[in-house]
């Protein structure tokens, strides 16, 4: 392997950053994995930012007034969809921002309905959780038999 290249399976994590390797003894959220999950949430909050400007650009470029109803229709139903993708994506750019401030105040990390550690690997597949896996589990069920 060549100097500097690293092998695809190092970069497996989530946007290309390899998995946090704990180390035996190693104390929970210390400053080396706030960075790790800065890096993380730092590099999907640009990729989501990148993506609306795509958005607007392409709205811009392809926003035409076609003759035909049917061309007009299809046209906005395929900016009414993207539009409520952005929303959504909108509304996780905000929750990142939140996670952020989190690992800032040196509070990531732990569930806020039992204060438990979520856990690395649940922080890897999910960076935006703010609850461990039992009180997830447990508020799924809640939610399933509200509805």
């Not at 190693?26 to 080396?32: A, I, L």
Request: with cysteine; aromatic share 6%.
């Amino acid at each position: 392997m060549a100097a500097g290249k690293k092998k695809q399976s190092d970069l497996s994590g989530p946007f290309g950053f390899a998995p946090y390797k704990e180390k035996k003894g190693e104390e929970y959220m210390n400053d080396k994995q706030e960075t790790h999950f800065r890096g993380i949430l730092g590099a999907w909050k640009k990729e989501l930012m990148e993506e609306v400007d795509r958005t607007v650009h392409h709205m811009k470029d392809e926003a035409a007034n076609f003759p035909d109803p049917n061309d007009r229709a299809t046209q906005e139903s395929e900016f009414s969809l993207e539009l409520r993708t952005r929303d959504r994506e909108r509304k996780l750019i905000k929750k990142i921002e939140e996670t952020l401030n989190l690992i800032d105040a040196h509070e990531y990390g732990y569930c806020e309905a039992c204060g438990v550690e979520i856990g690395i690997r649940r922080l890897e597949a999910r960076p935006t959780a703010t609850l461990c896996i039992d009180c997830k589990t447990l508020d799924e069920i809640r939610e399933k038999q509200m509805s």
